[in-house]
């Protein structure tokens, strides 16, 4: 293994699937580090006015994969114990994700190493200004793209926009997507992740000829991916029987409440405060017992002893990257028991409308929302189809089947460009 700044456990995680996925593809040795390290990577000093006279200097990075099939795209996360390996973990899998999806971009990822919900309206948007200030120099609609992430919103993207479009004397709206609409935003935007999710999950059901219509759900995280997977696994006839945030828990086998579940979140941000009686304990969440189960948290959720303890029949990963490579040896043996939606292929709703966005702010022409989720479900279905014959023709997993169609897609562009000079 080279010497490199890309360590901690997120990182070596992503290293240990590329190199799961290498063998199976059989890439020489002297070609690997090429595909898996990241081509740039950026660390910048953000000093912040905060509201009670201190001067406060947050850490950003932003690490672009690899530009062979375009720019880059990815997220922007805020989150307190965001670290450059992380970083790179979640631009490696993006461009596995816009390769297998067959979007034109390489994967990149960024953020800033701060709380964002213990900061005011007007230091969150400091912090926002000044991040995308650092990035003007690396950044651009034909360079890099950045969308939101965890800690991150539209408003956020708006703060992006104008402060790249004031550098550059115009608007810009093609710089990042998940805008508002009102800011050349796309319509669907919002929900695509959460509905891309629940689309597919139909799809799995499908697969193993288990009805949806009043099917069992458990979702881990509720925020902009699991609420709306809810909702929308909800609309299809299935029943929300455990959902949770960092807040709270609720279980309840008969169906929960969710416009209920949808209307209190929408007031309050969070679960917590929505039931007495239905409180459940979050740690056995991922174990409960049910047709689908929705990872949409954070990282490393699923290791070997979870995975031995799940007790679904599909595993929809809407969050990146929730299974660890022991958990993945676990449900490699439960195959016949567990269908796995990979995360790459599961939750690329959110940078397929995402390029939507970006086309439409490029020709300056707007779709409307059936138009954008006609796109978005045939685009997912395409993949999905694709990764299921693969998996059954090579007799390999899910997972291995869509990272080798991204990996195999980046690799031959790579060797057809050649290296330069």
């Known amino acids: ?65 690899h530009l062979s099939l375009g720019p880059t795209k990815g997220g922007t996360r805020f989150a307190p114990d965001l670290e450059i390996g992380e970083v790179a973990a979640l631009a490696v899998w993006m461009s596995w994700k816009c390769a297998l999806a067959g979007l034109p971009y390489g994967g990149a990822k960024g953020g800033v190493a701060c709380d964002p919900y213990r900061l005011s309206q007007r230091e969150l948007e400091a912090v926002s200004r000044r991040y995308m200030q650092e990035m003007i120099p690396f950044v651009g609609p034909q360079i890099d793209v950045m969308a939101p992430d965890m800690g991150t919103n539209a408003q956020v993207m708006a703060w992006f926009m104008d402060t790249y479009s004031m550098y550059r004397g115009q608007t810009v709206t093609e710089i990042v997507t998940g805008k508002p609409v009102e800011c050349g935003g796309t319509l669907g935007r919002m929900e695509s992740t959460g509905r891309g999710v629940a689309h597919l999950a139909a ?37 929300i029987v455990a959902v949770s945030d960092h807040t709270a828990c609720y279980a309840d086998p008969r169906g929960l409440d969710v416009p209920g579940l949808l209307e209190h979140l929408a007031r309050h941000g969070v679960l917590a405060g929505f039931s007495n009686e239905l409180a459940a304990d979050p740690d056995a969440l991922l174990a ?93 279905s395409r993949a999905f189809e694709k990764v299921v014959h693969r998996a059954a023709r ?22 057809l460009r050649g290296l330069f000079p």
């Not at 070596?12 to 590329?18: I, K, Y």
């Not at 189960?293 to 990146?320: K, S, T, W, Y």
């Open 1 to 65: 293994m080279v010497e490199t700044i890309y360590t901690g456990p997120v990182f070596e995680m992503a290293r240990q699937q590329f190199q799961a996925t290498a063998d199976y593809l059989d890439i020489p040795t002297d070609a690997r580090d090429r595909l898996l390290y990241p081509k740039r990577a950026f660390s910048v000093a953000i000093p912040v006015h905060m509201d009670d006279g201190r001067t406060e200097v947050f850490h950003g990075y932003r690490v672009q994969h």
């Open 203 to 239: 799809r799995a059901m499908e697969r193993i000829n288990v009805p949806l219509r009043g099917a069992t759900v458990a979702i881990q995280g509720f925020g902009n991916v699991g609420s709306i997977t809810a909702k929308a696994l909800h609309e299809f006839g299935a029943k």
């Open 288 to 380: 409960t017992k049910c047709d689908i189960l929705v990872p949409a948290a954070r990282e490393r959720v699923i290791d070997a002893d979870m995975a031995r303890r799940l007790r679904c029949r599909v595993l929809a990963e809407g969050a990146n990257g929730p299974t660890t490579p022991d958990g993945d040896a676990v449900l490699e043996q439960r195959r016949d028991e567990i269908f796995v939606i990979p995360d790459i292929l599961c939750n690329s709703g959110g940078v397929i409308v995402s390029y939507f966005e970006w086309v439409q702010d490029l020709q300056q022409f707007f779709w409307t929302e059936p138009d954008v989720l006609h796109k978005l479900y045939d685009l997912m």
């Open 394 to 415: 090579d007799k390999v997993s899910h997972r291995t089947a869509a990272m080798a169609t991204g990996v195999e897609k980046v690799r031959d562009a790579k060797a």
